[in-house]
C-alpha cells in the first residue's frame, strides 16, 4: 500500500513569490490534514480537508490556503512568501480513531 | 498554541538501556498517539492509546495514560543506536478536531 506522497521535497522561493505543495494521500483515505514544522514553534496545524471540504483551519494568516480534489489530493498554497514561512510542510491522511500517516514533507527555503 | 509539553526535551542513552519520556496535555482528549520523526523528515506513527485505556505496548514500546492526571509515557526498552530520533506525543479531542502535538524530546542513543 502506497504512503502518503509530498511534492516537491525540496523548494526554495524569493519573498513575495507564492507556492503550491501537493499530497497524494493514502487510497481509501479521505481526510487530508496539513502541518507546519519550524524549530521556534514546532508542529503547528494548518488545515484539515475531507471529501473537498475544509473542517477545520488553524490559526494562521489568509495567505495559505488550501483544496482537496475529488481523489483525496491536496494541495495548498502560500502567497507572498515571507522569511518567516520557511519550514518544513506535513501532509498526514488518516481514518479516524486509527493515527495518522504522514507524508515526507516539503522543505520550503524562502530566501 | 502547544496542546502538551514533552519531558524531557532532550535525553542521551547508552544502547540498552531503556527510555521513558513523559507528556503532559491540557484538555480531554479522545485519544494520544506518540510519533518519532528522524532528522527533520517525516512523521512516523508509534502507538495510538485511547482515553479509555491505561497502557498499551507494541513490540519495545509501552505507553501509558493517566487522564486523571492528564500524562502519558513512552518507555522504549532495550534502545537501539536506531532508535534516536526525535518523539512527539500528540493528542486527538475526536469529532472533528485534529492533531495537537508538544514540543518533543530529543532522544540520543549511543553505541
Known amino acids: 500500500k502506497a504512503g502518503v506522497t509530498q511534492t516537491p521535497r525540496y523548494l526554495i522561493k524569493t519573498r513575495g513569490q507564492q507556492v503550491t505543495l501537493s499530497c497524494s494521500p493514502i487510497?481509501?483515505?479521505?481526510?487530508v490534514s496539513w502541518y507546519q514544522q519550524t524549530p521556534g514553534q514546532g508542529l503547528q496545524f494548518l488545515f484539515e480537508?475531507?471529501?473537498?471540504?475544509?473542517?477545520n483551519k488553524g490559526n494562521f494568516p489568509g495567505r495559505f490556503s488550501g483544496r482537496q480534489f475529488s481523489n483525496s489530493r491536496s494541495e495548498m498554497n502560500v502567497s507572498t512568501l515571507e522569511l518567516g514561512d520557511s519550514a518544513l510542510y506535513l501532509c498526514?491522511?488518516?481514518?479516524?480513531?486509527?493515527?495518522?500517516?504522514f507524508g515526507s514533507g516539503t522543505r520550503l527555503t524562502v530566501v | 498554541s502547544q496542546q502538551g509539553e514533552e519531558d524531557p526535551q532532550a535525553l542521551s542513552i547508552q544502547e540498552g538501556e531503556n527510555a521513558t519520556m513523559n507528556c503532559s496535555y491540557k484538555t480531554s482528549i479522545n485519544n494520544l498517539q506518540w510519533y518519532r520523526q528522524n532528522s527533520g523528515r517525516g512523521l512516523v506513527h508509534l502507538i495510538l492509546i485511547r482515553s479509555n485505556e491505561r497502557e498499551k505496548h507494541s513490540g519495545r514500546l509501552r505507553v501509558t495514560l493517566d487522564t486523571s492526571k492528564k500524562s502519558s509515557s513512552l518507555l522504549i526498552t532495550a534502545s537501539r543506536a536506531a532508535d534516536t530520533a526525535s518523539y512527539f506525543c500528540?493528542?486527538?479531542?475526536?469529532?472533528?478536531?485534529?492533531?495537537?502535538f508538544g514540543k518533543g524530546t530529543m532522544l540520543l542513543v549511543s553505541p
Open positions: 480537508y475531507f471529501s473537498e471540504t475544509q473542517r
Open positions: 487510497s481509501g483515505h479521505r481526510s
Open positions: 498526514a491522511s488518516s481514518v479516524q480513531d486509527y493515527g495518522y500517516t
Open positions: 500528540a493528542t486527538d479531542a475526536g469529532g472533528y478536531s485534529t492533531l495537537t
